[in-house]
């Protein structure tokens, strides 16, 4: 029986044009993700510096993929334990700027390593990958050859193509720096044969887009800085006093507090039964430490039964990521709960008293995640 047809089959079988250029519309329609090889260096020293040259890439960086591979060079010496802070105290120092000079990221190995990575949603998410501990490449230091890899990323995007950095002009090309750290200072104790270190580091970026003039991704040269910045006074053993931070100013999208006991290592015995969270002399936040805890778990994953993420000893962050969800949602986010400051904004963490410390004093060191737009915050999801 005859049936009637709407296209032959020549037609059905007809091969498709094969492109990636769209029409006119958002950015990341017209763009596409892509990653590429930045330099790979081997054979670096413990107490060394690294400043490789960046190279230019056609389109804006997302972030900077680093992975660190130490390489035994022989059995260690001594009786050897590793840091608390390692392998995240690998660098004593990481500095990328802008081209201009302008610090994006700069801090202490442990802080932009590893709680950058864990707290700020641009690398791993609240389902553990945002502890590297918890990612296929990482491999535990060990105690008696020194070989190991951990991998983070140092990010640029906070919001999906926002904070991004025009790659393609290798005159103007952000700069990196590794301070790495002393051997000791990661393996407490040892004696002989340090490992070498081995820096990769890779790039997630947007290629620029394919046919379509003026297409740019959203407030270009808006940027997000990660800085580490002393806290003052030192804190006293059950002492009560209110810890300033240094002036800031910009869109604070999370604030993370260290604790530091006077040996230098990171404790919990500092904070006190309720910690205030005090903006220009107004209690923002007042809460128990448990509640603090409890927030931090739902909001980041941390401790959830899920994965094998806990907080770390000595910090608290409080996260202003969190306007669609009570998660942070990683790049998925609209701006509208940053806290806006200017540089006469004062902040202060009260301590009403500390607790008993065993090594007093403490010092308090804060990390904030500040959002330094062009022009006006760009807020809701301007992608879509």
């Not at 690998?90 to 590893?114: C, E, H, M, R, W």
């Not at 393996?187 to 490992?195: D, I, K, L």
């Not at 004093?361 to 904030?368: F, G, R």
Request: glycine share 12%; aromatic share 8%.
């Amino acid at each position: 029986m005859a049936t009637g047809q709407n296209a032959t089959a020549q037609e059905a079988g007809r091969p498709q044009p094969q492109t990636t250029v769209e029409g006119t519309g958002p950015f990341i329609r017209n763009s596409q993700p892509g990653r590429a090889p930045i330099y790979n260096v081997t054979g670096g020293a413990f107490s060394g510096t690294l400043t490789q040259p960046l190279v230019a890439r056609p389109g804006y960086f997302r972030n900077f993929r680093v992975t660190h591979t130490l390489t035994t060079t022989g059995t260690l010496g001594g009786t050897v334990t590793l840091n608390a802070d390692a392998p995240y105290n690998l660098n004593s120092l990481i500095q990328l700027k802008d081209a201009f000079g302008t610090p994006l990221l700069v801090g202490d190995g442990y802080s932009i390593s590893n709680l950058v990575t864990l707290f700020g949603g641009s690398f791993g998410l609240n389902n553990g990958t945002n502890l590297a501990s918890n990612l296929p490449s990482y491999t535990a230091l060990s105690t008696t050859t020194g070989a190991g890899t951990f991998s983070y990323s140092l990010p640029l995007e906070f919001s999906k193509a926002y904070g991004v950095l025009s790659a393609a002009n290798a005159s103007l090309l952000p700069t990196l720096q590794f301070n790495y750290n002393s051997f000791t200072s990661v393996f407490t104790g040892a004696t002989s044969n340090a490992p070498t270190i081995g820096t990769q580091v890779d790039t997630d970026f947007y290629w620029l887009p394919e046919g379509t003039a003026g297409v740019e991704p959203p407030g270009l040269g808006t940027t997000r800085q990660w800085q580490v910045v002393q806290a003052n006074p030192p804190i006293s053993s059950g002492a009560s006093a209110r810890i300033q931070f240094p002036r800031l100013g910009g869109y604070l999208d999370t604030v993370i507090t260290i604790i530091r006991d006077s040996t230098g290592a990171r404790t919990d015995q500092a904070w006190p039964s309720r910690l205030q969270w005090y903006v220009d002399g107004v209690p923002l936040v007042d809460t128990t430490m448990p509640e603090l805890y409890d927030d931090m778990a739902i909001q980041y994953g941390l401790g959830s039964g899920l994965n094998n993420s806990a907080r770390p000893t000595g910090v608290v962050a409080f996260c202003r990521k969190t306007s669609l969800n009570q998660q942070s949602l990683g790049l998925l986010d609209t701006g509208e709960s940053f806290l806006s400051t200017n540089p006469a904004t004062l902040l202060e963490l009260n301590f009403a008293p500390a607790g008993t410390i065993s090594n007093s004093p403490a010092t308090a060191s804060v990390l904030v995640g500040q959002v330094v737009p062009t022009g006006a915050l760009i807020t809701g999801l301007p992608e879509l």
